[in-house]
């Protein structure tokens, strides 16, 4: 979740659902407010897009926003059997904290949207350009949507990157974990 200001004078909320191994965007929402009504849509949405997608073996990774510690989310994310993780600091998300700045930086601010309204477009025309023409070097060259339609399509082999332990510096810990209780590998 980020936020972003409007023309307008504004505050907005963004929220986006990141694929961490494509970095496809799945999902996101924008709203005037954030309560953990708001993030539960925007994983509904992503559940909805990934039909095929087996639950299971998915860790939600998060800052320790009250949104995701919620009852209403935590319950969801169980009922889902999706295994919730939370950081501290954003170095230990880099992935969600480099998709707000994109989005934020590289296609808003520029558009500079009066309202929300506009907001919502410009969010959804950045999101799909993201995920269709941006290019990252991780993939090879390849946008999000290429990337998944090769793994697909089984054209390439796995990748040797998402690595976060040696790449990031930081571990996955359940959400669950105290803080005093977490180990932590410094950033290099």
């Known amino acids: 979740m980020t936020y972003f200001h409007t023309q307008d004078g504004k505050v907005n909320y963004l929220i986006f659902i990141v694929d961490c191994y494509s970095q496809k ?3 996101h929402g924008v709203y005037s407010d954030y309560p ?3 993030f539960l849509e925007v994983l509904n949405k992503a559940v909805k897009l990934r ?4 639950l299971k073996k998915l860790i939600f990774h998060s800052d320790r926003g009250s949104q995701y510690g919620s009852d209403l989310f935590r319950g969801r994310l169980k009922d ?5 993780s939370m950081c501290i ?7 969600a904290e480099k998709t707000n700045d994109l989005i934020k ?5 520029h558009w500079n949207p009066r309202n929300i309204r506009e907001l919502k477009a410009m969010t959804s025309r950045a999101v799909k350009h993201h995920n269709t023409k941006a290019t990252k070097r991780k993939l090879g060259r390849m946008s999000p949507d290429q990337y ?12 040797k990157t998402m690595r976060p332990l040696k790449q990031y510096g930081y ?3 359940p959400a669950s974990c105290a803080p005093n209780q977490m180990k932590y590998i410094q950033p290099s």
């Open 25 to 27: 965007v799945i999902s």
């Open 36 to 38: 953990a009504e708001n």
């Open 51 to 54: 039909p095929e997608a087996n």
């Open 80 to 84: 889902l059997e999706i295994r919730q």
């Open 89 to 95: 600091y954003s170095w230990e998300n880099p992935i």
């Open 105 to 109: 930086n590289r296609y808003l601010r």
């Open 148 to 159: 998944e339609t090769m793994l697909t399509e089984k054209r390439i082999n796995q990748p």
């Open 171 to 173: 571990k996955l810990v």
